[in-house]
Structure formats: C-alpha cells, structure tokens
Nanobody, 128 residues
Framework: QVQLVESGGGAVQPGGSLRLSCIASVSVRAFNSYAMGWFRQAPGQEREPVAVINWSGDTSYYADFVKGRFSISRDNAKNTVYLQMNSLKPEDTAVYYC???????????????????WGQGTQVTVSS
C-alpha cells in the first residue's frame, strides 16, 4: 500500500503563489515507476484533474484552466512530486489531491479511475 501525504496548502491572496508537495511512502525504485497527478475538488464540484507527470519527469500535461500558471515537477530521489501554483485566482480555491498511477506512462491527463493511490488532500484558499 502506498501512502501519499500532501502539504503546502493554505490561504493566499489573488495573484499569489503556493507550492504543494506530495511525498510517497514507498521505495524509491517503486516511486520512479509511477506517474503522478494532481487533482482538485471545490465544494459541490466533482474532482477534476489539474496536471500529470510521467515516471521520469520529462512529460507533463495540464488542464487548460491552469496552463501557464501551474507547473508540476518531481524529485525521484525524494519520492516527492510538486505543484507550483502562480497567479492564483479565487476559482482555484479547492482541496488539492495528489495521486499515483502505477503504469507510469502518460499521453494526456489521466482519468480519475486510472490512479491507484490517493492522498488525503490539502486545502488551498484564494481570497482577498
């Protein structure tokens, strides 16, 4: 069983930045084989994909609503995936989740049911 723990959420004003982290409690070798994704869920809304990165970190995809503002990256030596969020807007307010897909290869944003493991989420609130 893989445990994923997110951190870095909080409250920020519009235009501000946050960096989310997600660390996986699994061997480095295993983590290096996973594709990692970030999702978000706003109150009353469905969980939606934000970004995904492949096992090696050289391929990533983003939802249209975050392109140019958010950046996903990973450090395989630290079993950690990051989501750098810039130019935050009130509509970015949501609980953000990281997820792991054991297949590892991505050719676009992966659907929610593609992922094998999920974190508990971290709240991001963008408000003035």
């Amino acid at each position: 069983q893989v445990q994923l723990v997110e951190s870095g959420g909080g409250a920020v004003q519009p235009g501000g930045s946050l960096r989310l982290s997600c660390i996986a409690s699994v061997s480095v070798r295993a983590f290096n084989s996973y594709a990692m994704g970030w999702f978000r869920q706003a109150p009353g809304q469905e969980r939606e994909p934000v970004a995904v990165i492949n096992w090696s970190g050289d391929t990533s995809y983003y939802a249209d609503f975050v392109k140019g503002r958010f950046s996903i990256s990973r450090d395989n030596a630290k079993n950690t995936v990051y989501l750098q969020m810039n130019s935050l807007k009130p509509e970015d307010t949501a609980v953000y989740y990281c997820a792991a897909d054991s297949y590892g290869v991505v050719d676009g944003l992966l659907p929610i049911n593609q992922y094998d493991f999920w974190g508990q989420g971290t709240q991001v609130t963008v408000s003035s």
